[in-house]
């Protein structure tokens, strides 16, 4: 069992940048694989970066690519999306989610996630 709780959303401008935290509990944090997911209104929760249980792979969805980066410091339970030049269609509420413990890779759809956080709202302003 592991519990999510992620914050750090807000209102930013185009061009500037956030950082959402995720804190994560369980019998061992550092054997879940974590993700990142978002959804838009009217849109399915996609993903958007993921990471292993190491921390040593990290995968982003193209539209991210070079802005997003995600991280996780094992020793703090954490994990960490820092989101640079965001533009208005970054605008979605954000997750935070772990797969199980089995599954040792990143999933790259919300379905293959198992915990989740409540999501936090990041909205881009023009």
């Known amino acids: 069992q592991v519990q999510v709780v992620e914050y750090g959303g807000g209102l930013v401008q185009a061009g500037g940048s956030l950082r959402l935290s995720c804190a994560a509990s369980?019998?061992?944090?550092?054997?879940?694989?974590m993700g990142w997911l978002r959804q838009a209104p009217g849109e399915e929760r996609e993903f958007v970066a993921g990471?292993?249980?190491?921390?040593?792979?990290?995968y982003y969805t193209d539209s991210v690519k070079g802005r997003f980066t995600i991280s996780r410091d094992n020793a703090k339970n954490t994990v960490y999306l820092q989101m640079n030049s965001l533009r208005p269609e970054d605008t979605a509420v954000y997750y935070c989610?772990?797969?199980?413990?089995?599954?040792?890779?990143?999933?790259?759809?919300?379905?293959?996630?198992?915990?989740w956080g409540q999501g936090t709202q990041v909205t881009v302003s023009s």
């Open positions: 369980g019998r061992s944090f550092s054997s879940n694989a």
């Open positions: 989610a772990a797969r199980r413990a089995a599954y040792g890779g990143v999933g790259n759809y919300y379905y293959e996630y198992d915990y």
């Open positions: 990471i292993s249980r190491s921390g040593g792979s990290t």
